[in-house]
């Protein structure tokens, strides 16, 4: 008799989409060579733009959204993975292309898989999530450019969201001086227990400024985008750099060249969905000695497979607050 395992599925007709939790088999995988059995997932916002069809992500009908999970291998046709082994899975075309992590049993190319470090747990691998692995990236860029704490203060745009919060907490434990800006001030005390010193209203970035503007900070953490991302840049000391990675505000950028021509400020792009494995490896090995795990969990809201679209539109709208793990199984 052939094993069912549950899944949420999204399907699409011509006048609209609609997700419904189902029962599959194996069979009705997509191609890979490793099986896996989903332990935990994330919700983030391209997940939020998935289940609402408010943004193209799927590219494929039907779907199986969740852009990320932690699971152990339940076979594998590649000697590098075994069964029992733990691993993680962020992006690569999950819930794009390619079924992803909101499914009990998912199948994979092994070459996406990356084995989780033993000292996160996979519930942890998920509270860390594509959020808190993009976060990594982009203090590793800031690392690699030369931003030291001595460089002076950084800002992290989105403070309150998944992004946000894991680059504060990493941040602060770097000894860097945190400014975070978000729209619900009435998140400052949590922004400042995961380490922010400072907390400004989002609005002092979000409209329209001169194309130069006081020099307030050595770097930047922003996903948000659009106009604020413009006066990020027009207010990031000289020399100093953003890393970007979000367009939370918008995929637009009203910016000029006079940052980057008069104060060699740079901006650094950073791609967590198509990443090459020697960057993800990095990321979680610095995770696994960087991140303060209790930090970590105060960031998290648990919800289960049949209960994770309620979050969908309020990712969006900007009310969740941290980060969202999805229990599967």
């Known amino acids: 008799m052939t094993e069912l395992f549950k899944a949420l599925k999204i399907e699409k007709n011509e006048e609209h989409q609609e997700i419904n939790l189902v ?40 779907m199986i959204p969740g852009i990320d999970f932690s699971g152990v291998v339940r076979s594998s046709e590649d000697s590098e993975f075994s069964k ?25 190319n092994s070459k996406h898989l990356l084995k989780l470090p033993e000292n996160i747990s996979n519930h942890q691998a998920m509270q860390i999530g594509t959020a808190g692995y993009t976060a ?40 860097f001086s945190v400014i975070a800006s978000t729209g619900r001030l009435s998140e400052t005390d949590y922004l400042k227990s995961l380490g922010a010193d400072t907390v400004i209203d989002r609005n002092e970035l979000s409209e329209p400024s001169r194309p130069l503007g006081k020099e307030r900070w050595s770097g930047a953490v922003d996903s948000v985008g659009s106009q ?87 990712i969006l709208d900007g009310k969740v607050r941290g980060r969202v793990v999805v229990n599967i199984s």
């Open 23 to 62: 029962e599959i088999s194996e069979d009705d995988l997509m191609e890979g060579n490793v099986v896996v059995d989903v332990t935990h997932s994330t919700l983030n916002y391209k997940d939020g733009l998935a289940m609402t069809g408010s943004s193209p992500i799927v590219r494929n009908f039907p």
């Open 136 to 175: 990594m990236l982009c203090v590793l860029g800031l690392e690699d450019f030369g931003i030291t704490p001595k460089s002076g203060e950084i800002l992290v745009t989105g403070a309150s969201g998944g992004v946000g919060s894991v680059a504060i907490s990493i941040l602060s434990g770097l000894g």
């Open 84 to 108: 029992g082994d733990r691993v993680v899975l962020n992006g690569y075309g999950l819930s794009e292309s390619h079924y992803g992590g909101y499914s009990e049993r998912a199948r994979v």
């Open 228 to 314: 604020t991302l413009s006066n990020v840049i027009a207010q990031t000391k000289y020399g100093g750099a953003v890393s970007a990675c979000g367009l939370a505000q918008g995929m637009d950028l009203p910016s000029t060249v006079l940052p980057f021509i008069l104060r060699g400020v740079s901006l650094i792009g950073i791609d967590s969905v198509m990443a090459p494995m020697s960057k993800r490896e990095r990321a979680w090995d610095r995770l696994s000695k960087d991140l303060d795990m209790e930090k970590l969990a105060q960031m998290v809201v648990e919800t289960d497979l049949d209960k994770v679209q309620d979050f969908a539109q309020p």
